[in-house]
């Protein structure tokens, strides 16, 4: 996860072993004391870094204006500064957990025109998924055809058992020190010159997506800026989960295939030091589909051996009703859905980003969301579609298919297959 300690860490670390109680900077007094008119100048005149940086009594501005009640204030420094909220202050916590009131709690929350959960765009359905079919399924009737648009390739049972492990061995030598240099000389050999195949050149893609579709003029820039800055100095991957889920237009952007290789490649190096945020257990996401894109689930469910890969990130919520709150069931266009992804065990590739313990907190900006996050190539099966006829809203079973398996046991096979 990298072991590097910036100034600032070490700093932080003194603080909270001897915090000076009383002894704050102005902009922290300002806060405290509600001085919106202070606070405005100072910020004015102050870096970035300061606004943010931890006082010497073990607190930030952010806390002291969260706690004694200062709606305006924390709108101010939320919405407008992008300040650092998740950092914890000498007691073990965020500004968020010690808001004053149920109306400051909700400005540390993402609003509902979010489309982090449900997308009301019906590409997002097309693009969420690539379905691979079994051709040994397949019907005599012309009208059971798999959707073209959807379908990578049709394959027999042993290619797609073959698949499953091509992921899995990926996955194991990009997160081995060992085999990672074999991995990166096997996307580096690939026909595309701007293949992402390290960290630096991840960071360097980042850097250019965050630049083109945040930009300065953005509140939270600095904050994603700084994020891939500790990332490059630490090469610890979470500052990267953080980025992602900013509530910016860079989530938005990230694409499919080899648009999110500049985030994916650097957390399957890091896979292994990710392994006790693995999700095992029932996460939900909502969408908006039209009929098409939803028949594609429907021949999916019908024939037992497709599958379907994720094609881009896909963000969901162990909370159910954070799932709900963004599906639109206004739209006569478009059929509500509500997508029920079950882990039936931990998998590597679904990464929860909420507090898990005090030496697991959140890495995500917007701690109650309880979101995990699916990272491209996690594979399912649809096991049910169920329609609540009273507003017809569709819900979509996907069960995980482990892509688990001994090493030179899958190289083998493949090995075989190719032959």
Not at 169 to 192: E, G, N
Not at 264 to 272: A, E, Q, V
Request: aromatic share 8%; charged share 25%; proline share 3%.
């Amino acid at each position: 996860m990298g072991t590097s300690t910036s100034i600032e860490e070490k700093k932080e670390v003194s603080i909270f072993r001897r915090p000076q109680q009383g002894e704050a900077s102005d902009l922290y007094w300002a806060c405290r004391n509600g001085d919106i008119d202070t606070v405005q100048k100072i910020i004015a005149s102050n870096t970035y870094i300061d606004i943010n940086c931890l006082e010497p009594n073990g607190s930030t501005a952010l806390h002291a204006a969260s706690f004694f009640g200062h709606t305006d204030i924390v709108r101010l420094l939320l919405h407008q500064c992008g300040v650092i909220r998740h950092r914890r202050n000498r007691h073990g916590l965020t500004a968020y957990d010690e808001a004053a009131t149920d109306e400051i709690r909700q400005l540390f929350r993402r609003s509902s025109n979010s489309q982090r959960f449900c997308s009301d765009t019906t590409t997002d359905a097309e693009h969420l998924f690539t379905l691979t079919a079994d051709e040994q399924m397949e019907d005599d009737d012309d009208n059971d055809k798999a959707p073209n648009d959807w379908v990578e390739g049709e394959n027999d049972e042993e290619q797609i058992y073959l698949q499953r492990y091509d992921i899995h061995i990926a996955k194991t030598m990009a997160s081995s020190s060992a085999l990672r240099p074999l991995f990166r000389r096997r996307i580096r050999d690939k026909d595309d010159p701007n293949q992402i195949y390290n960290e630096s050149t991840a960071a360097e893609a980042l850097q250019r997506l965050i630049d083109e579709h945040i930009t300065p003029s953005h509140s939270e820039y600095q904050k994603a800026c700084e994020l891939v800055s500790k990332y490059v100095k630490t090469k610890n991957v979470e500052h990267l989960l953080r980025l992602y889920s900013l509530e910016t237009p860079f989530y938005k952007n990230l694409g499919m295939g080899q648009g999110n290789h500049c985030l994916l490649i650097p957390l399957l190096f890091k896979l292994d030091g990710l392994i006790k945020r693995a999700y095992q257990g029932r996460s939900f996401r909502g969408l908006n589909m039209t009929r098409q894109d939803l028949r594609a689930y429907q021949w999916a469910l019908k024939h037992k051996g497709s599958i379907l890969i994720t094609d881009s990130f896909c963000s969901t919520s162990v909370d159910q009703d954070v799932a709900c709150r963004f599906i639109d069931t206004s739209s006569p266009d478009t059929i509500p859905v509500l997508m029920v992804f079950n882990f039936s065990e931990k998998c590597d590739t679904a990464i929860q980003l909420f507090r898990l313990s005090d030496t697991l907190p959140s890495i995500s900006d917007f701690e109650d969301e309880h979101e995990v996050l699916v990272l491209p190539k996690t594979l399912f099966h649809v096991t049910d579609i169920e329609v609540d006829k009273a507003n017809g809203q569709h819900t979509i079973y996907l069960e995980n298919v482990p892509t688990k398996g001994e090493l030179f046991t899958s190289l083998q096979l493949l090995w075989k297959h190719r032959e």
